[in-house]
């Protein structure tokens, strides 16, 4: 079992920064390819970044590519994703999810999910 606890989120004006970070319990977290995912009100859950096990290998949605950047810390259990340029249309419940596979896009392949943290961004 992996229990995932994100932070960071808030409200901030368009144009500002936010950095989420997802803790994880258990000696595994290596062992796991960590996403980030994201859901607006009425739209399905979408997956924003994805790090390898190692850090070495992320993914981006073209939605965001050039503004966030994950990153992982396994000494720490930790992962991150730094958020700048954020725009309205980021405006979200993002979620830390644990797939014990390769990566993949599709949030029904992630075993394990965090309790999300909103992300506001006005206008």
């Known amino acids: 079992q992996v229990q995932l606890i994100e932070s960071g989120g808030g409200l901030v004006q368009a144009g500002g920064s936010l950095r989420l970070s997802c803790a994880a319990s258990?000696?595994?977290?290596?062992?796991?390819?960590m996403g980030w995912f994201r859901q607006a009100p009425g739209k399905e859950r979408e997956l924003v970044a994805a790090?390898?096990?190692?850090?070495?290998?992320?993914y981006y949605a073209d939605s965001v590519k050039g503004r966030f950047t994950i990153s992982r810390d396994n000494a720490k259990n930790t992962v991150y994703m730094q958020m700048n340029s954020l725009k309205p249309e980021d405006t979200a419940v993002y979620y830390c999810?644990?797939?014990?596979?390769?990566?993949?896009?599709?949030?029904?392949?992630?075993?394990?999910w965090g309790q999300g943290t909103q992300v506001t961004v006005s206008s």
């Open positions: 999810a644990a797939r014990s596979g390769l990566y993949s896009g599709r949030a029904l392949s992630y075993d394990f």
């Open positions: 258990g000696r595994t977290f290596s062992s796991y390819t």
């Open positions: 790090t390898s096990r190692s850090g070495g290998n992320t």
